[in-house]
């Protein structure tokens, strides 16, 4: 697999020797693969936090590169989010 196929590690866990990686997720013959880490933390809950901060990191990314408004990339996301889990 070519190197370009990699995302960086951001440059503050490749500073702290405590930081793990959490989770990992690939397209593979155009369909979803994830390796995660289970057992961080014990409420599910807890995964939940996480997937919005992820959310608001992904929104503020379609900011930065296309000028897109946070709230309405934040209402999209939910709304794919609501769309698979139902």
């Known amino acids: 697999?070519?190197?370009q196929d990699y995302l960086e590690i951001p440059q503050a866990?490749?500073?702290d020797p405590n930081a793990f990686e959490l989770l990992r997720v690939w397209v593979a013959n155009k369909q979803q693969h994830v390796s995660l880490?289970?057992?961080v933390?014990?409420?599910p809950a807890?995964?939940?936090i996480m997937l919005?901060?992820?959310a608001r990191h992904i929104a503020e990314t379609y900011r930065q590169e296309e000028g897109?408004?946070?709230d309405a990339t934040?209402?999209?996301i939910l709304a794919g989010i609501r769309a698979e889990l139902g």
């Open 1 to 3: 697999m070519p190197d």
């Open 13 to 15: 866990a490749g500073a």
């Open 37 to 39: 880490r289970t057992g």
């Open 41 to 43: 933390w014990e409420d």
């Open 46 to 48: 807890a995964w939940g």
């Open 52 to 54: 919005a901060d992820l």
């Open 68 to 70: 897109r408004v946070v």
């Open 74 to 76: 934040l209402q999209r």
